[in-house]
């Protein structure tokens, strides 16, 4: 067990120095990071007061259908399924990745303090600090933990378009905000970056799980518990009658 733990901490380890090193840039102010976080957010602005149907589009995606709070209850509603199917740990997997997601978001914003774009003619506000993004957070945890969940139970086929929905849903939610002039383009980036190491960290605590149950390695294209589709998924995968537990 303790090396799985070792291998978990440093798997998540791992996937954070991308964002750690993003966060240094952001907190020096490092001048081509701030160049490009201008030049994005001048340039979408202008699309934005030029095409108000356009814009009036993004704000519908980016306050209902990617907010936060509809994410959030997706996995929520998710996590009530399975409790229901008595996948007990795969919804602890689910709560703990969102909630602890949310919580670490909001941590980094109040600790990093950076103010949001300042624009003439804003074509939306939003209120706290700006770094990292919340909606590109939430994006990234949400789908992470809707598509590692709901995999095995779609057909091999139709993986795929689901993997790209996901990927689409994400890359629009940060696209969403940057031309809303809510977020700088790094905000984004940190937002996609942190989030992610979130779901990799929980996602190999998940696989530590399994493997002290007795269970084989999953192939992270066939979702975290291929098990979810037996009629009773958990039981024999995690309860006495593990392998592992008989041994």
């Known amino acids: 067990m303790g090396v799985r733990l070792l291998l978990t901490v440093g798997a998540g380890a791992v996937a954070a120095v991308p964002f750690g090193l993003l966060l240094l840039l952001v907190e020096g102010a490092w001048p081509p990071l701030l160049r490009l976080d201008a030049g994005a957010a001048r340039r979408l602005h202008e699309v934005a007061l030029e095409h108000p149907g356009w814009t009036a589009t993004l704000r519908f995606l980016s306050d209902w259908l990617w907010d936060p709070a509809t994410l959030r209850i997706a996995v929520a509603l998710l996590t009530g399924w399975l409790l229901y199917r008595r996948a007990w740990r795969l919804a602890a997997w689910a709560a703990t990745t969102a909630i602890g997601g949310a919580l670490i978001g909001v941590l980094v914003k109040v600790v990093v303090e950076r103010a949001r774009p300042s624009l003439q003619d804003p074509v939306a506000q939003a209120p706290g600090y700006s770094f990292p993004s919340g909606h590109a957070m939430t994006a990234t945890t949400s789908c992470g933990v809707l598509l590692l969940v709901l995999l095995p139970l779609v057909p091999r086929r139709w993986r795929g378009l689901c993997w790209a929905a ?31 190491a979130v779901v990799v960290l929980t996602g190999w605590a998940f696989e530590a799980w399994r493997s002290d149950a007795g269970r084989p390695r999953t192939d992270v294209s066939a979702g975290l518990e291929p098990e979810l589709t037996d009629e009773v998924p958990e039981p024999r995968a995690y309860g006495p009658e593990s392998g592992s537990r008989d041994r």
């Open 166 to 196: 996901a990927g689409i849903s994400v890359l629009g939610v940060g696209f969403t905000r940057i031309a809303l002039g809510v977020h700088w383009f790094s905000d984004v980036i940190g937002g996609w970056l942190l989030g992610g």
